[in-house]
């Protein structure tokens, strides 16, 4: 399946659409924050150079069909929200998700909504039959976008990623597509 580099979904909020890089200033501005990247498996960029070799990537990965990285910018003023993408796992129909969120724009609920989104997008267009996400076991924030979303708690992993030399602690959920179409509804009511 092709999914063109022109999508965009749409929240109330929120506008997401393929990672570009007119998105480098405002990733380099989010992993300029202490600890902002801890529970990532992905380091902070030491130059802004790095930013556009990641952005080539995403698009190379978008048109593979392996994952699709979306920029999250607030509807109202354009302004950056943050990255969620949506990624095939090794399993087959099984696809993880996973978001940040510029440190200037916590705390607003916008990683849910547009979480969601990416959710529907999943279990509609690119027919997955389950989706799965982690957080870094301290943190609480993502925990409660997770609940938030409905994702059913599967257990924590305490090996989930090697950083800096250390494990990193997840705590993994998931949903199947029948339990998210049954939450929906229930929210749409």
Same mark, same amino acid.
């Given at each position: 399946?092709?999914?063109?580099?022109?999508?965009?979904?749409?929240?109330?909020?929120? @506008?997401?659409?393929?990672?570009?890089?007119?998105?480098?200033?405002? *990733?380099?501005?989010?992993? #300029?924050?202490?600890?902002?990247?801890?529970?990532?498996?992905? +380091?902070?960029?030491?130059?802004?150079?790095?930013?556009?070799?990641?952005?080539?990537? +995403?698009?190379?990965?978008?048109?593979?069909?392996?994952?699709? !990285?979306?920029?999250?910018?607030?509807?109202?003023?354009?302004?950056? *929200?943050?990255? @969620?993408?949506?990624?095939?796992?090794?399993? #087959?129909? !099984?696809?993880?998700?996973?978001?940040?969120?510029?440190?200037?724009?916590?705390?607003?609920?916008?990683?849910?909504?547009?979480?969601?989104?990416?959710?529907?997008?999943?279990?509609?267009?690119?027919?997955?039959?389950?989706?799965?996400?982690?957080?870094?076991?301290? +943190? !609480?924030?993502?925990?409660?976008?997770?609940?938030?979303?409905?994702?059913?708690? *599967? #257990?924590? +992993?305490?090996?989930?990623?090697?950083?800096?030399?250390?494990?990193?602690?997840?705590?993994?959920?998931?949903?199947?597509?029948?339990?998210?179409?049954? #939450?929906?509804?229930?929210?749409?009511?």
């Amino acid at each position: 399946m092709s999914i063109a580099l022109d999508t965009c979904l749409t929240t109330p909020r929120c @506008v997401l659409r393929c990672a570009s890089d007119e998105d480098l200033e405002d *990733v380099w501005s989010a992993t #300029r924050y202490p600890g902002f990247n801890d529970g990532m498996r992905w +380091n902070p960029p030491r130059l802004k150079s790095e930013i556009a070799a990641w952005t080539k990537h +995403n698009l190379d990965i978008w048109r593979s069909g392996e994952e699709y !990285v979306f920029t999250i910018r607030a509807r109202a003023d354009g302004r950056f *929200v943050g990255r @969620v993408s949506i990624c095939r796992e090794r399993v #087959r129909g !099984v696809w993880s998700i996973g978001f940040w969120i510029h440190p200037e724009r916590w705390r607003q609920g916008l990683a849910t909504e547009a979480s969601r989104a990416v959710i529907n997008f999943g279990f509609e267009t690119l027919a997955a039959k389950k989706i799965v996400a982690s957080h870094a076991l301290w +943190n !609480v924030a993502s925990q409660r976008v997770m609940e938030k979303l409905g994702l059913t708690y *599967v #257990r924590d +992993n305490p090996r989930a990623f090697a950083k800096n030399g250390r494990w990193v602690a997840e705590a993994e959920y998931e949903t199947d597509r029948d339990s998210w179409r049954a #939450r929906e509804e229930e929210l749409d009511d």
